[in-house]
Nanobody, 122 residues
Framework: VQLQASGGGLVQAGESLRLSCAAS????????MGWFRQAPGKERDFVAW????????NYADSVKGRFTISRDNAKNTVYLQMNSLKPEDTAVYYC????????????????WGQGTLVTVSS
């Protein structure tokens, strides 16, 4: 499966962005999906995951209440709605399809998108 993340950009603190992750080559409906982010000089961190149908989700504490992960299996796309953005949210955001293991670990995901840069200015 090929994943294409998009929607990043430069925003001011307090503003919103919606990231999209479009898949090709295979239906996403059979995968749990996750979003991760990597700030400059830091490791790739878990942001959120969503179950096959979207009935279950989980978030990192740092984004809980501000970010919402969702999916549209008919469009083969996963989204990350990011509200009340903060400068510390600045990072490259990656979507990925889950393989096995802990859902909050990047090593548990096997297919990755190329990443989209989100920059939040203060």
């Amino acid at each position: 499966v090929q994943l294409q993340a998009s929607g990043g950009g430069l925003v001011q603190a307090g503003e919103s962005l919606r990231l999209s992750c479009a898949a090709s080559g295979r239906s996403l409906s059979t995968y749990y999906m996750g979003w991760f982010r990597q700030a400059p000089g830091k490791e790739r961190d878990f942001v959120a995951w969503i179950s096959w149908t979207g009935g279950s989700t989980n978030y990192a504490d740092s984004v809980k209440g501000r970010f919402t992960i969702s999916r549209d299996n008919a469009k083969n796309t996963v989204y990350l709605q990011m509200n009340s953005l903060k400068p510390e949210d600045t990072a490259v955001y990656y979507c990925a399809s889950y393989s096995s293991g802990s859902l909050s670990l990047s090593s548990s995901y096997n297919y990755w998108g190329q990443g989209t840069l989100v920059t939040v200015s203060s």
